[in-house]
C-alpha cells in the first residue's frame, strides 16, 4: 500500500501520527472503489474548468470553486452525501490537486477550494491518461 512520506525518521508512524494514504493505497482498500470513481470524475472536472478562459474566478493560488460545485460536479449531494464529499475533499488535498482557500476554520466541506496550478498541463494529464 502506498503511503504519504511520513515525518518520522524510522520510517514507521508514532503511536499518534496520522497515516495518510495516497489515492493508489485507497484504490486497494475493500469498499473504495466509489472515492475513486468521484476523484476521477473530480480530476476531470478540475481540468475542463482550466481549459475555460479566465473568467475572474481564479485566485492567488489558482482556480476557486466551492466545495457544493464539486459535489455537483460528480452528482453527489452536500446533505446526503456528506461523508462521501468530506472524503474526496480530503483525497484531493492530501493529493495536492487543490488546497482550502481560508476561511474554512477546519472544516473543508464548508468552505471555499482552490485548485493548485493548472489541472490541464501535461503532468495532470498524464495521470488521467487523457
Known amino acids: 500500500m502506498r503511503l504519504k512520506p511520513l515525518s518520522s525518521t524510522d520510517g514507521y508512524p508514532g503511536p499518534s501520527e496520522k497515516v495518510i494514504l495516497t489515492a493508489e493505497g485507497i484504490e486497494r482498500c475493500a469498499g473504495s472503489a466509489e472515492d ?5 470524475i473530480a480530476i476531470k472536472w478540475l481540468a475542463r474548468l482550466a ?3 479566465r473568467s475572474g474566478n481564479y485566485g492567488k493560488r489558482g482556480m476557486r470553486f466551492t466545495t457544493h460545485q464539486l459535489a455537483e ?5 452536500l446533505e446526503s452525501d ?7 475533499v480530503a483525497i484531493l488535498l492530501a493529493e495536492g490537486w487543490v488546497e482550502n482557500d481560508g476561511g ?10 482552490c485548485a493548485l496550478g493548472n489541472p490541464g498541463t501535461s503532468r ?4 488521467l491518461g487523457l
Open 36 to 40: 475513486i470513481v468521484n476523484l476521477v
Open 51 to 53: 481549459e475555460r478562459p
Open 124 to 127: 495532470h494529464r498524464a495521470i
Open 73 to 77: 460536479a460528480v452528482s453527489l449531494s
Open 104 to 113: 474554512t476554520r477546519g472544516k473543508p466541506q464548508r468552505g471555499p477550494l
Open 82 to 88: 456528506l461523508n462521501s464529499v468530506n472524503r474526496l
